[in-house]
């Protein structure tokens, strides 16, 4: 018994130090997360992704002003939807259920990501 009274509190006091040790190193582990987080945004403070779409393409002002296009991709987009009535009877404006919208005009939507 008396053997047992003398373990027990030298186990609680390992578990408190190795306890402690975790802690710390989570500590460690926090700020060195954090400081990467830092340095990305400021890499990326002279990016930029703007997209045109249907026709539009002002990316000649922002050429104008010193950007690089870095990337250029499209994919398409429906520019126009029209509506009609889904039978001879329906009134649109009254009943909404009847209303059939389908896309009228597919155009393309181009993305650039620039860089200063």
Known sequence: ??????????????????????????????????????????????????????????IKNYLADGWIIVEEYSKEKICTWKSFPATKGCDMERDKGCKITMPDKIGQEKIYLLRR
Do not use: R, W, Y
């Not at 578990?15 to 954090?34: P, R």
């Open 1 to 58: 018994m008396i053997s047992v009274k003398k373990i027990i509190p030298i186990l609680f006091a390992l578990t408190l130090i190795n306890s402690c040790k975790t802690i710390t190193n989570e500590k460690n582990l926090i700020e060195e997360s954090q400081e990467d987080i830092k340095v990305d945004l400021k890499s990326k403070e002279n990016q930029l992704e703007i997209s045109f779409s249907c026709g539009e393409d002002e």
